[in-house]
């Protein structure tokens, strides 16, 4: 029978005891009573059933047990799949900054750097990361305030990460060369 498995799956104490520390309260009791309003629906079918098969008198008590490891089961199941969905997909308010890094990448290489005077959007408290493949030493410079510098070796495969808390124009310089790599439009 299928429902030996179930039996499996509820001894996970581990995800039992994880759903009341990361579900919402209003989401178990939502989703509780979905459960027991499918359940009552079932119980109807299973009476109807039973009420067919009345000459086997084990079955109904054998449905009451199924059932009970099915709400747990559902129960389980459900909290852990809402659990993932509140882990993942939720959405912030747009002012806290969670954000994934903003990646530029940057290539100096016989006195020419890719890419240059370029515009690149940010926002406010974003990471800016910085990786840079060059064959000269150089310095890059972020004017945000407060500003940064980073000393370009001649290597490749170099990172430079800041945070912009500033909203507005952001130039990313070469000093040695002397061009701006990108500005950066950080918004609010
Ligand atoms: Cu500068």
């Known amino acids: 029978m299928t429902r030996q498995e179930n039996v499996d799956v509820l001894a996970d104490h581990s995800l039992l005891l994880a759903i009341p520390a990361f579900l919402p309260a209003v989401a178990l009791v939502a989703l509780v009573l979905f459960i027991a309003m499918r359940d009552r629906r079932a119980e109807k079918r299973e009476n109807e059933d039973a009420r067919a098969q009345s000459a086997q008198a084990e079955h109904s008590e054998e449905s009451v047990t199924d059932r009970r490891l099915r709400y747990g089961l559902v129960t389980v199941a459900a909290g852990s799949l809402l659990m993932g969905c509140s882990s993942g997909t939720e959405s912030q308010p747009s002012d806290v900054p ?12 016989n006195g020419t750097v890719s890419p240059a005077n370029t515009r690149t959007e940010a926002e406010v408290g974003q990471r800016i990361v910085l ?10 410079h972020v004017h945000s305030a407060p500003a940064h510098t980073f000393p370009v070796a001649a290597a490749a495969g170099q990172q430079f990460d800041f945070t912009v808390t500033v909203p507005g124009q952001v130039e990313i310089e070469l000093h040695h060369l002397g061009r701006t790599v990108t500005t950066l439009l950080v918004r609010r």
């Open 98 to 109: 969670t954000n994934a890094a903003r990646v530029i990448d940057i290539r100096i290489a």
């Open 131 to 140: 990786r840079v493949d060059s064959d000269a030493t150089d310095e890059l």
